[in-house]
């Protein structure tokens, strides 16, 4: 059902670009991404209440590092990919995959700690690591020329995921269900080269510093961390130019 309505949300944004494209100078297409975070957070202050009490205090300074890739899909809209322009502004709408998430390093003040020793481990579910991403990119044009525009400027992101995931504990086998959000900005840079008069290649990507906010839960346990780090990306499309930023 999610997965349904997030199709739908897609396919919407698609017609009314199609039915209004001519309209207006502008460029839209398909668009396809490759992303890794990098959040660092905490240890859950709700898991305190099933730990000795010793155990809690210690894990209060603790740092985890997380890791989390994306693969997405999606439109991507820009407003001047063509034209001799200083400004441009492109907005993207995308299907989020995340193809992996793991957690590669806890550090526990005065206690050294390795993740595998545990035998924490995720077994993602493909079929159940869906969720949204849009981007807002604010370009200036460096270089113009009639066959490439070199840009650089601002972005904004937000990206949300749902997993259903089986992980293991202590060696047993878990299963589990969570949510995370992540959101924030940084600097992008790309290429747009242009194929004839009516299409643009894009090619760039950025990267972005968010905050990061992820719910699990498994039966009568659940935690919620917040944390911040890095956010990667690289990303191309193909734009089918429409009005004025036809050659």
């Given at each position: 059902?999610?997965?349904?309505?997030?199709?739908?949300?897609?396919?919407?944004?698609?017609?009314?670009?199609?039915?209004?494209?001519?309209?207006?100078?502008?460029?839209?297409?398909?668009?396809?991404?490759?992303?890794?975070?990098?959040?660092?957070?905490?240890?859950?202050?709700?898991?305190?209440?099933?730990?000795?009490?010793?155990?809690?205090?210690?894990?209060?300074?603790?740092?985890?590092?997380?890791?989390?890739?994306?693969?997405?899909?999606?439109?991507?809209?820009?407003?001047?990919?063509?034209?001799?322009?200083?400004?441009?502004?492109?907005?993207?709408?995308?299907?989020?995959?995340?193809?992996?998430?793991?957690?590669?390093?806890?550090?526990?003040?005065?206690?050294?700690?390795?993740?595998?020793?545990?035998?924490?481990?995720?077994?993602?579910?493909?079929?159940?690591?869906?969720?949204?991403?849009?981007?807002?990119?604010?370009?200036?044009?460096i270089i113009r020329t009639?066959?490439?525009?070199?840009?650089?400027?601002?972005?904004?992101?937000?990206?949300?995921?749902?997993?259903?995931?089986?992980?293991?504990?202590?060696?047993?086998?878990?299963?589990?269900?969570?949510?995370?959000?992540?959101?924030?900005?940084?600097?992008?840079?790309?290429?747009?080269?242009?194929?004839?008069r009516a299409m643009t290649?894009?090619?760039?990507?950025?990267?972005?510093?968010?905050?990061?906010?992820?719910?699990?839960?498994?039966?009568?346990?659940?935690?919620?961390?917040?944390?911040?780090?890095?956010f990667y990306f690289i990303?191309?499309?193909?734009?089918?130019?429409?009005?004025?930023?036809?050659?």
């Amino acid at each position: 059902m999610i997965r349904r309505r997030l199709w739908a949300v897609l396919t919407a944004v698609l017609t009314l670009l199609l039915l209004n494209g001519p309209a207006f100078a502008a460029g839209w297409g398909p668009y396809f991404s490759w992303a890794r975070e990098e959040p660092g957070t905490g240890i859950p202050g709700d898991l305190s209440k099933y730990l000795p009490e010793d155990w809690a205090k210690a894990l209060k300074g603790a740092d985890i590092d997380v890791s989390i890739t994306h693969l997405t899909f999606g439109v991507m809209y820009e407003s001047a990919p063509a034209r001799d322009k200083l400004f441009s502004y492109r907005a993207t709408l995308g299907f989020d995959i995340a193809t992996s998430l793991s957690i590669d390093k806890v550090s526990i003040p005065g206690l050294p700690f390795n993740p595998a020793d545990f035998g924490i481990s995720f077994d993602l579910d493909d079929s159940s690591t869906y969720g949204l991403s849009t981007n807002h990119t604010f370009q200036f044009g460096i270089i113009r020329t009639d066959r490439l525009k070199w840009w650089v400027g601002p972005g904004i992101g937000l990206t949300i995921n749902y997993f259903d995931y089986g992980t293991k504990l202590f060696g047993e086998a878990v299963d589990a269900k969570a949510g995370n959000i992540s959101i924030g900005g940084g600097g992008e840079t790309g290429v747009n080269i242009q194929l004839g008069r009516a299409m643009t290649l894009c090619v760039g990507g950025g990267i972005q510093w968010r905050a990061f906010g992820l719910a699990a839960g498994s039966h009568d346990v659940g935690s919620l961390v917040w944390g911040n780090g890095p956010f990667y990306f690289i990303q191309t499309s193909l734009l089918f130019r429409t009005g004025a930023d036809r050659g």
